[in-house]
């Protein structure tokens, strides 16, 4: 045990953390050159083009340190988005200390000061990382003066480096060997082996990542799960070398995987303790907390003959990822889809393109909803998350909706600028102080509503992408939500209704107007668009008629183009749903959703 060391990366977005996880990885030489490509941890498309590590993945590094000695640096990589941070929470008590990670150009920022609490409240020993330090614009003096006054921790441990370059990456490691203690923890003792993340294979089942806390565990063991009790046969445990690199046994302060045959990672719940069958432990480890979904939209396909296949990609995602919950769900408009909840914004973002990406169905989206209560005259309460189950607003007494404590990282002179925009999103209980120099640490009580639309958006763009955001759940209070329809001829279009606060609904009613006339093609006859609430209409736009035939231009002899024309004619047909008989591509759909 004196030869590991447990630690993760934390970090502000965009400042380095893959990067300088890749460079690690080089150092250790774990894999060859030519087997190398950028960024290995982020393995998904949609998070090496974003940017954004999405599901954690975890690598044992052997590193031979400059006291001669050989040593396992378990390297636990997190995500780094607000969506997730429980799973960074789980993933940060599989260690015993953190990077954290600061680019020199930027200095600390919200999501820095999120996580360092984190690594705190989780007792981890902390190494300061200045990178980026060859950038033009690189302030490391500031920035170290940043973290030893303002965040309080030890400079003499400050480490700098360009993960760029690899200049200072094999002095960090050194730093982890000498400064971040080695696990503790019994081997003899019953097995508590904690999950932090879980990811499923087709041909193996889910691998499970576990940080060993007490006790061994070796194939052939029969484990519990402690949450649910269910139980398994262990066929094979191991390390995270570059590929998975199976051992006769993991023990107490060593992370690794089990397969057990497990299906489902629904199974394997991040934060859960596994234990034997024979020799159970008497206690789980504490801080276990179900996954809650506080976003949620309903999918439909955009070809009705793509349900089935939804269905499949649907369930194949969620094998690996137990956060994703769906339902069926069914519309007037759209036929059968799926409504599902997501743990935010950019979860829901990325279900929907790995859904296109990866399983090939398009697909249209309802309007995002969070979940409300509703306390009805019959003295009973209902949960409601999808206006389609909006009760009788006669029958309602009283409704209420989620908050949550968002706090604001910004340069001094944008104060004024936020402070409107969370005034403008109902914020409550404005408060700030001065966690350094020029910089102002803003929180604010909002609707969770307010925020899951566009909010993080307007604010970058009302910073210049200096703001920073983080948030957290809070409580349920008081709303006045209505039921904002969407007319086209006459008819609503069940998929376009949403649940907004009433002061809201006019500007929310507009808007869907404005964005579905642009959207909606010219057809023969006059399209009426309107925005209602319980049958008032409360805004209402026209598509005119078109006048001429689309052909009409092509003049006569051009039989190649005048085909074309056709051809691109169906092919935006298939991307189209009719609305009784008006035609409404599914950009319209995604319109609505967007902000001015
Ligand atoms: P993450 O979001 O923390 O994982 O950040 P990434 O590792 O994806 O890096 C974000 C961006 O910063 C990428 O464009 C990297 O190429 C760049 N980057 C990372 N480290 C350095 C560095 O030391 N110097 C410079 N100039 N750019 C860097
Ligand atoms: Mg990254």
Redesign the pocket.
């Given at each position: 045990m004196k030869h590991i060391r447990n630690f993760s990366i934390i970090?502000h977005?965009?400042?380095?953390?893959?990067?300088l996880a890749d460079r690690m990885i080089q150092k250790c030489k774990l894999i060859s050159d030519r087997e190398f490509k950028d960024?290995l941890l982020d393995n998904m498309d949609i998070e090496r083009e974003r940017?954004?590590?999405i599901k954690s993945q975890t690598i044992c590094l052997p590193y031979q340190a400059r006291d001669g000695q050989t040593y396992d640096l378990n390297l636990v990589d997190t995500p780094?988005h607000v969506d997730f941070s429980y799973e960074v929470s789980r993933a940060l008590t599989s260690c015993e200390g953190a990077l954290l990670l600061i680019d020199a150009a930027q200095g600390v920022e919200a999501q820095t000061l999120a996580n360092l609490y984190l690594a705190m409240e989780n007792d981890l020993e902390i190494i300061p990382v200045i990178?980026?330090i060859?950038?033009p614009s690189a302030e490391p003096e500031k920035v170290a003066l940043q973290i030893e006054e303002d965040l309080g921790l030890d400079g003499s441990l400050i480490q700098y480096c360009?993960?760029?370059t690899g200049k200072g990456v094999e002095d960090i490691l050194e730093a982890i060997v000498k400064h971040l203690p080695p696990p503790e923890g019994d081997p003899d003792k019953e097995l508590q082996a904690l999950i932090f993340d879980a990811h499923y294979d087709a041909f193996r089942g889910t691998i499970i990542s576990v940080r060993i806390i007490n006790g061994t565990i070796k194939a052939g063991d029969v484990i519990r799960f402690m949450s649910n009790g269910t139980e398994y046969r262990v066929e094979e445990v191991g390390l995270f070398k570059f590929r998975r690199e199976a051992e006769k046994k993991l023990s107490a302060g060593q992370i690794g995987y089990i397969l057990a045959g497990v299906k489902t990672v629904r199974d394997t719940r991040p934060g859960d303790t596994i234990t034997l069958r024979d020799r159970p432990c008497a206690k789980a480890l504490p801080g276990f907390k179900e996954v809650q979904q506080v976003v949620f939209s309903s999918l439909y396909p955009i070809s009705t003959d793509d349900y089935e296949d939804l269905a499949a990609a649907l369930e194949k995602l969620q094998l690996n990822d137990a956060a994703l919950s769906f339902q069926k769900d069914s519309s007037a408009a759209l036929g059968f889809g799926f409504r599902c909840g997501f743990l935010g914004l950019l979860h829901l973002e990325v279900v929907q393109e790995r859904l296109e990406r990866e399983f090939d169905v398009s697909l249209i989206l309802t309007v995002p909803s969070v979940k409300y209560n509703f306390y009805l005259s019959d003295g009973t309460k209902i949960e409601v998350d999808n206006p389609a189950h909006f009760p009788d607003p006669a029958k309602i007494q009283r409704v209420e909706e989620p908050f949550i404590r968002a706090t604001i990282l910004i340069p001094e002179r944008y104060m004024g600028a936020v402070m409107t925009l969370c005034m403008e999103r109902r914020g409550e209980n404005t408060s700030y102080h001065y966690p350094m120099p020029g910089r102002i640490e803003f929180t604010c009580e909002l609707p969770l509503a307010e925020v899951i639309y566009d909010f993080y958006d307007r604010l970058k763009s009302i910073t210049q992408g200096y703001g920073s955001f983080d948030y957290e759940m809070l409580d349920y209070r008081l709303s006045d939500l209505v039921k904002l329809d969407i007319l086209v001829n006459g008819e609503i279009v069940d998929a376009l209704s949403q649940l907004v606060h009433r002061n809201n609904s006019r500007a929310r009613g507009l808007h869907a107007c404005e964005m579905l006339k642009e959207e909606i093609p010219r057809q023969m006859f006059k399209i009426a668009i309107q925005a209602a609430i319980g049958g008032n209409i409360i805004a209402r736009t026209n598509v005119s008629a078109l006048r001429k035939d689309v052909t009409a231009k092509c003049y006569g002899g051009d039989i190649s183009r005048k085909r074309k024309l056709l051809e691109k004619q169906k092919e935006g047909k298939k991307r189209m749903k009719t609305v009784g008989n008006v035609d409404i591509p599914q950009t319209a759909f995604l319109a609505v959703l967007r902000s001015e």
């Open positions: 970090a977005i965009d400042h380095g953390k893959s990067t960024q940017g954004i590590t780094g990178n980026k060859d950038l360009s993960a760029k």
